[in-house]
Structure formats: C-alpha cells, structure tokens
C-alpha cells in the first residue's frame, strides 16, 4: 500500500512559479513510477508528468513541455512537480498517483493523492 498526500499548491499569477510536492508512505515507493495527473472543472483528468523508479526517465503532456519539470527524492519518498512561466489554462486539481504500468495513462496508477489545487490568474 501506498498513501500519498500532495501539498504546494495555491495562487499564482500568470508567468509565475510553483511546485507542488507529494510526499508518499510506504517502503515500496522507490520501485513506483510516479505520474502527476491534473482535473479542470468539467473536464477529465489529464496527463502532465511523470517520472521512472529510478528517476532515469521523464514524460511530459506536450501541454507542459519545457514549463514543468518532475524529479523524485527516493531517499524522501517524495515527488515534485516544478511548474514554471503557468498559464491561466493550467489551472486545476493536481493529483499524484503511483502505478506501475504505462506512465501516460490514468489506468497506470493503482493509488492517488487527494489534490491540491492550483489557480492561476491572468
């Protein structure tokens, strides 16, 4: 079992800056792959981000490549989620999730943090 609990979010203007965290029990959490997943209002959940066991290997929706950055602290069992020049268009509930099949996909995931949301104004 994994529990995971995000924390970071909040509001930022427009071109701004945040990083959102997910710190994770559990002793099996360095052998997950570890997505960050976000929800608008009225829309489904989409890909952002995700990273490998080891770190080695990133993926990114094409929506955030070259703003976000993810990396993992195994040693913290933690993942991060570094958002950089934000739009109003990615405003909304980012969740955490560990799973071990592929990393792009919401059925990947077999556990998820409960959100923390993240408005951006312009």
């Known amino acids: 079992q994994v529990q995971l609990v995000e924390s970071g979010g909040g509001l930022v203007q427009a071109g701004g800056s945040l990083r959102v965290s997910c710190g994770a029990s559990?002793?099996?959490?360095?052998?997950?792959?570890m997505g960050w997943f976000r929800q608008a209002p009225g829309k489904e959940r989409e890909f952002v981000a995700a990273?490998?066991?080891?770190?080695?290997?990133?993926y990114y929706a094409d929506s955030v490549k070259g703003r976000f950055t993810i990396s993992r602290d195994n040693a913290k069992n933690t993942v991060y989620l570094q958002m950089n020049t934000l739009k109003p268009e990615d405003t909304a509930v980012y969740y955490c999730?560990?799973?071990?099949?592929?990393?792009?996909?919401?059925?990947?995931?077999?556990?998820w943090g409960q959100g923390t949301q993240v408005t951006v104004s312009s």
């Open positions: 999730a560990a799973g071990l099949g592929v990393p792009r996909t919401v059925r990947a995931y077999d556990y």
């Open positions: 559990g002793r099996t959490f360095s052998t997950y792959t």
């Open positions: 990273i490998s066991w080891t770190g080695g290997t990133t």
